[in-house]
């Protein structure tokens, strides 16, 4: 048995399998391993002496150049160790064949799809509208148009066909949730066991592709830009690779959720969990892990620099290879009771220097969240934005206090305060704010709490109270300081827990969207309102002054302003159950004020009893509120109200 030779091998080689001139160089870090071979080929029987070995260097990483491989091929290694020998996947695999957890690898071309997204700039941080989905739930129809979600679950393809929809309700950034390979059979993302392949079941099957690529090129032709042809949705990585590069072409950026705090379980003697066979699986000596469990898997020891490089390698891969626009990272608490700090600014430093334009978004839940987004040189952690949940407490309180009848007593201070910039921050903006999340409204959560519209009314989420109580709670979030987040299903009134395993049940309502007018006209509401947040820039800027709240009327009103004179606006938000005809309100200056937007007029859209302004007030009465003029204002019941110096950009 002869040794792999060593062409195309040095300290600079590439991890995993990469083709070169000629064939393929593979590399993987196993530093206590004895011995390691490669198998090129499919097939069940094999041992060492079919294999070819690899050649280990002074730092454990074990190296080899395959003559005549090619795309396609499939690989595994076999691992000699002091505790055991057999076969393991390959840590860095871009894509895994069938069969799991006993499969093998597929070698592939890391530049095969032809991107039609030259030029795509992502929004701005602050400008971030994001749009949170789960791929295996949210969206998939036959030839026919049937809903076919259940009980096989949705495909990355599947996406494709609710582009067009995400464009038009006007979020610019979606985040599906975490999409690598997983071990069980449905799962929400977060149990990740193989980090650098797309999940098998999300792909689509050869017989299902010409359908996909039909839709595909129709959508591509709309933006100009030449077909796809069959080969190229071959694979499970280039259809996920064509979702993004037509969100591109639809002006949505992609946020993936990642999970570098922990693993999945013990999912399988082939994984990277004891990838070296280390001597006593019962010690869990294991190369990539602690031995301190999280979430039904195992923390990354972040103290050792291979694996702080390994999960920095697989963020810039998805940039690299992916064209992903930013990252949201789970449960970066968690990174950080481990010893995972500087694991953090390592990461977020080279992201930063690959490609400052991408944003990198902390779960951190901390007394002081201020130190995640400090700058690495100033021994925060460099992220650049963070989940916040005070604003989504606190509104979510309000509403249920409402619920509880008109006399029920309201408290507006928290909110108040809410709106706010956090303590600690530099800036509002990099607060994400959102008012339901994959955690919050989950069906097997046990802290699960109700979507909106079930808050605003429990025992009729299509009633007017809980429709107008919804339009309050998400007006304020698209006019309150930070960025915006929506869970799917919640921009048209869904009000059902959902679960990542596709039942009927819990799936959000397509059908329900079109044919229940309280459905339709509450995504008409959420698709004007997030317009309105990206037609006035100061509704993206900095923490607004809250100059009225009165808990007694219910009422609550800020201004936001930018540097730039005349872009200032108010926002009034009233959870009484009866209208204020004649209600009067400080203004930052005097003159006329358009009423750009009345949450009133999409009930029954449009509303023939609407309440408001009819288009402007003028103010011009006494100073009040802390303001030096006043007007005289009509706030409908449970809605938001806004006035600007203009109709915005």
């Known amino acids: 048995m002869s040794p792999l030779r060593q062409d195309h091998i040095g300290p600079g080689t590439a991890m995993g399998a990469n083709l070169v001139e000629g064939g393929a160089t593979f590399r993987v870090w196993a530093p206590r391993a004895q011995a390691v071979h490669l198998r090129i080929g499919a ?37 000699i160790g002091l505790g055991s020998a057999g076969p393991k996947r390959d840590p860095f695999a871009r894509e895994l064949g069938p ?3 006993h499969c093998d690898c597929v070698v592939r071309q890391a530049l095969s799809y032809p991107w039609h997204d030259q030029g795509f700039r992502p929004p701005p941080f602050n400008d971030l509208v994001v749009y949170q989905l789960h791929v295996g739930t ?17 495909k990355f393809l599947d996406l494709l066909d609710r582009i067009p929809y995400l464009a038009d309700l006007g979020v610019n950034a979606v985040q599906p949730l975490p999409i690598v390979e997983f071990a069980t059979e449905h799962s929400l993302g977060y149990n990740g066991t193989d980090y650098f392949s797309p999940e098998m079941a999300y792909a689509a099957s050869p017989a299902d592709v010409d359908r996909y690529l ?4 129709a959508l591509l032709a709309a933006r100009g830009r030449p077909p796809l042809q069959r080969a190229d949705l071959g694979t499970h990585p280039n259809q996920l690779k064509v979702v993004i ?17 922990h693993a999945g379980g013990d999912f399988g003697d082939e994984s990277l969990y004891f990838l070296d066979r280390a001597v006593d699986r019962s010690n869990n000596d294991s190369l990539y892990f602690t031995d301190q469990g999280w979430a039904g898997g195992l923390v990354f020891a972040f103290d050792r620099p291979e694996v702080r490089q390994f999960l920095i390698d697989n963020a810039k891969f998805y940039v690299d290879e992916y064209h992903v626009d930013g990252f949201r990272y789970d449960e970066v608490t968690v990174i950080d009771r481990f010893g995972g700090w500087r694991c953090c600014q390592d990461l977020t430093d080279t992201l930063h220097f690959l490609k400052p334009t991408i944003p990198h978004i902390a779960e951190y839940w901390s007394s002081d969240q201020s130190w995640v987004i400090r700058p690495t040189r100033e021994q925060g952690a460099g992220f650049d934005a963070v989940w916040t949940s005070r604003l989504r407490e606190s509104i979510r309180r309000v509403v249920a206090q409402a619920a509880a009848g008109r006399d029920a007593h309201i408290d507006l201070d928290d909110l108040a305060g809410a709106l706010g910039r956090p303590e600690g921050f530099a800036a509002a903006w990099p607060s994400v704010q959102h008012l339901e999340n994959h955690d919050v409204v989950y069906a097997g959560h046990p802290d699960r709490e109700p979507r909106i519209a079930a808050l605003g009314d429990a025992t009729n989420a299509r009633s007017w109270y809980a429709r107008s109580r919804a339009r309050v709670a998400m007006g304020l979030l698209m006019t309150a300081p930070g960025i915006p987040m929506l869970f799917m299903g919640q921009e048209f009134l869904e009000d059902k827990p959902w679960s990542d395993t596709p039942d009927p049940a819990t799936l959000i309502s397509w059908d329900g969207l079109a044919r229940d007018t309280a459905m339709a006209d509450y995504r008409r509401f959420t698709r004007d309102a997030i317009a309105l947040r990206r037609r006035h820039p100061a509704l993206r800027g900095d923490a607004p002054r809250v ?10 009103a800020f201004h936001r302003w930018l540097a730039d004179a005349g872009r200032d606006v108010v926002v009034v938000a009233s959870l009484s159950e009866s209208t204020w005809w004649s209600y009067r309100l400080g203004f930052p200056g005097a003159g006329r004020w358009l009423e750009v937007f009345n949450s009133d007029v999409y009930d029954g859209f449009v509303n023939p009893q609407v309440a408001g302004n009819s288009g402007a007030v003028t103010a011009g009465g006494p100073g009040l509120h802390g303001m030096p003029t006043s007007a005289q204002i009509v706030i409908p019941a449970n809605a938001v109200v806004v006035f600007a110096r203009d109709t915005g950009d």
Do not use: M, Q
């Open 43 to 79: 097939g069940a029987d094999w041992a060492p002496e079919d294999s070819n070995a690899l050649a280990r260097d002074a730092a454990g990483y074990w190296s080899g150049f395959a003559p005549g491989a090619k795309d396609g091929d499939a690989y595994r290694f076999w691992v």
């Open 99 to 101: 069969g799991f957890p």
């Open 138 to 154: 949210f969206y998939a129809v036959d030839a026919d148009g049937r809903d076919r979600r259940a009980p096989g679950g949705a």
């Open 214 to 217: 039909d839709t595909a090129n």
């Open 245 to 261: 590069d037509i969100c591109h072409l639809y002006g949505l950026a992609v946020v993936l959720d990642v999970v570098y705090n």
């Open 547 to 556: 100059f009225h709240v009165h808990g007694d009327n219910r009422v609550i």
